[in-house]
C-alpha cells in the first residue's frame, strides 16, 4: 500500500481530525505529540482530498 493510499485512509477513518484533538493530551515523553504531528505532516503532503482534510482540522476540538 502506496504513502497516498494510507493517507488518505486516515482521512477516511477522521484520523487527522482526532490525531489533531490529542496533541494536547498529558505525554511525559513527548512521543504522541512528535509522531501525531509526523503523521499529520504526511497527511497534509500527501492526501488527495484537500477538502476532507480542511474539515477535520477545522473543527473546534482542534482548535483548543
Keep these: 500500500?502506496?504513502?497516498?493510499e494510507n493517507c488518505n485512509r486516515v482521512l477516511n477513518a477522521n484520523g487527522?481530525?482526532?490525531?489533531?484533538?490529542?496533541?494536547m493530551d498529558?505525554?511525559?515523553?513527548?512521543q504522541l505529540l512528535f509522531?501525531?504531528?509526523?503523521?499529520l505532516w504526511n497527511v497534509l503532503e500527501k492526501c488527495t482530498n484537500h477538502e476532507?482534510?480542511?474539515?477535520?482540522l477545522?473543527?473546534?476540538l482542534c482548535m483548543r
Design 1 to 4: 500500500m502506496s504513502l497516498v
Design 16 to 23: 487527522a481530525r482526532w490525531l489533531c484533538s490529542r496533541l
Design 26 to 30: 498529558y505525554d511525559p515523553s513527548r
Design 35 to 39: 509522531r501525531s504531528v509526523e503523521i
Design 52 to 56: 476532507h482534510l480542511a474539515v477535520q
Design 58 to 60: 477545522n473543527d473546534i
